[in-house]
């Protein structure tokens, strides 16, 4: 069997972030490094800092990183695109262009006979109110409508400008882990878990923090960091689930 990889939270493009084109060439030559021994790729949400579709227009750049998903999906590799709370405004170009399977909600597939449980991971902590707030405003296909009412030049100035605040007003949070017995996310899988016994792994991004334990002594819980400073991904190979960390150069795929 090739492998199966997982990874979230590149936020390409942001205004927050230095080198923005360095970090999009870093991923492509890890996507472009594991084409040979990749069966899919799961690309678990926030892949963009913001991005909004227009029924005509679609963001400029990331020239690079959709090139290599269109030639992963023309080699017959299947890549899913999960959208994230940065990147929800997804429309069918990716689909259409690129070739991904789109995925709006957490989902559970099954690989060589193991259930995964996979999603961005936001909402599911339902503890947070103020999120889900502002989360169901997102989702809202009035407020969409609305927004993709405004002309794309100030749209996305707008939204950009939002994410690069947005990730400046949490980057002192993000990458932070309370521990199994207090964090959301645990919670969320542990209570998911007794009506759902089967899954053996639950997979999030979101939270810019590398986690892997065990819950319950029967599935594996992973965040998966980040594609900003950590470089992690996941990797399955038909019996183990690795997390492992991609060094430029030194990491061998």
């Not at 262009?97 to 909600?105: A, P, S, T």
């Given at each position: 069997m ?9 936020h ?11 970090m ?120 969409q ?33 309370d ?75």
């Amino acid at each position: 069997m090739k492998n199966v990889y997982f990874i979230s939270d590149a936020h390409l493009g942001s205004r927050a972030i230095p080198h923005g084109r360095m970090m999009e060439r870093r991923l492509v030559n890890f996507l472009d490094g594991i084409k040979e021994k990749a069966s899919a790729v799961y690309m678990l949400g926030d892949m963009f800092d913001f991005w909004h579709e227009y029924r005509m227009v679609v963001p400029k750049g990331y020239t690079r990183f959709l090139g290599k998903i269109s030639e992963l999906t023309d080699r017959g590799i299947e890549v899913h695109f999960f959208t994230g709370n940065h990147d929800l405004w997804c429309g069918r170009y990716l689909e259409k262009e690129c070739g991904v399977v789109l995925h709006r909600e957490s989902c559970t597939v099954e690989i060589e006979g193991k259930l995964f449980y996979l999603g961005h991971g936001d909402g599911l902590d339902r503890s947070d109110r103020y999120y889900l707030l502002l989360r169901s405003i997102f989702h809202n296909r009035i407020c969409q409508k609305l927004f993709a009412s405004i002309h794309p030049r100030w749209g996305m100035d707008f939204g950009l400008a939002w994410a690069a605040h947005s990730r400046k007003k949490h980057e002192q949070v993000e990458g932070f882990f309370d521990g199994p017995e207090r964090d959301g996310l645990v919670a969320f899988s542990r209570t998911y878990l007794k009506t759902h016994p089967e899954i053996s792994y639950f997979i999030f991004g979101h939270r810019h923090v590398d986690v892997d334990l065990t819950i319950d002594d029967t599935a594996r819980f992973v965040i998966l960091g980040d594609w900003i400073t950590k470089c992690t991904f996941g990797v399955f190979d038909g019996e183990h689930l690795f997390l492992e960390n991609f060094v430029e150069g030194e990491t061998r795929l």
